[in-house]
């Protein structure tokens, strides 16, 4: 059931399409004074404007007409300082574009207010001075993983309580503290040093641990504004999605690693070992949650040079063939990845999800839906796309794997190679067990 709301004036045009409660569409005007309600019917909508506002209109036409809907509520209390509030949750949301010009625009803006609300300015300007700080000390590696602490549950309330709890349950988190950061102690041969190791020398428990330390890693430095209208396949708008372009070139990568140690033994005995250790791997990866260290090792599995090796496959057992089986099953495009999506439904705790479903998702959503509505924005697109990153990046608040890295491993699992590399695959899977 739709219901329209309109209000034009000589300074502004507002107007709005709700849903069952939902806004629908909206104008601009419409969209950011929504943002100055303190308990709005939609409250959904609120973090999916500011997060993905810019499929739908520029984040520096967004900010403007930010600031001038401000201005335009004086005298307005509760809705200014709802305004600012959402301009925190803004900046918590996606720091990583306010930075450079537009880091100096809201830092202005901000400086050009009555102290009329301390408590909404000073907790804005420790966010920006935060980034600023940062920012000036050119150090990429650590604002990314500083950014990635905010989250959408982050306010001022939520943060006494968790003092409040942390100081009641003093003994028992030092305790817990203690024992996560103990980490496994590494299963390194004793007989190897380690400047001259090799996958043959490592128990596949080891090897699971660095795959799923690189992949986390990736994963973690991932940030929503990199998500937003599919960043990552458009040609113009790519390079604002580096943390994406790297987890799907490590993604190959790595899957050329395997496929390589697979085809580097001459004795099918030899190949037998090495994919029933690949098989243990993509196992353990599972279950600790590491869907993309899994899917990897599923490809690089049933890839054709690998796949047709028979004789080879016989000597394998037939519990790790079912275990292969059993992968590639859940891995099956079938509905739409509908077994995988049930079990990224379903995990608790660490993970590291498989990017497959959600990149489809947001490039189905970004090219199959219409950008206006009733001559509004269509804020159902941003809501749709809103609810996929935020069900993407979810894991990134569950903590870190407790595994030790090992750079001298990590090194062999992100080996580079040249050429045509399913050319060279393919001739040398022939050359070890030619066809009939």
Sequence with gaps: MEKKTSNNSSDNNESAVFEDGKLRSASLDFMVKYLSEANPQDQEITPAILVCHSTLVETKVFFLKFVEIYKGLSGNKEKQSTLLRNLYLWITLTPEIFVGDFLIETSDFIESLDNEYPKEILSINEKLEFIRGIEKNESTTVLTEALQTTSVTENAKQLEEENEKEKNNKTKKKRNRRKENQFEKPLLPRWVPLRKITLNDLKPLEIARQLTLLQQSIYLKIKRNELVTAKWAKS?????????????????????????????????????????????????????????????????????????LSNSWDLVSEKKIQTFQRTEEMFSHEKRFWKLRTIHDNTFGKCVPFPGLYLVDLTFITEGNPNDHLDNFNLHKIRLEYRVIESFVCFQTQGKYNFKTIPQIQKLLERTFEGDLEKIFYKSSIELEPQN
């Design 236 to 308: 113009n708008l790519k390079h604002l999605s580096p943390n994406i372009l790297k987890y799907i070139s490590k993604y190959n990568l790595i899957s050329h690693v395997f496929t390589s140690w697979i085809l580097s033994s001459r004795k099918k005995k030899n190949r037998a070992k090495i994919l029933d250790k690949c098989i243990q791997i993509m196992d353990i990866c599972f279950k600790w949650g590491d869907f993309v260290t899994t899917s990897i090792l599923k490809n690089s599995l049933s890839s054709k040079p690998i796949l047709r």
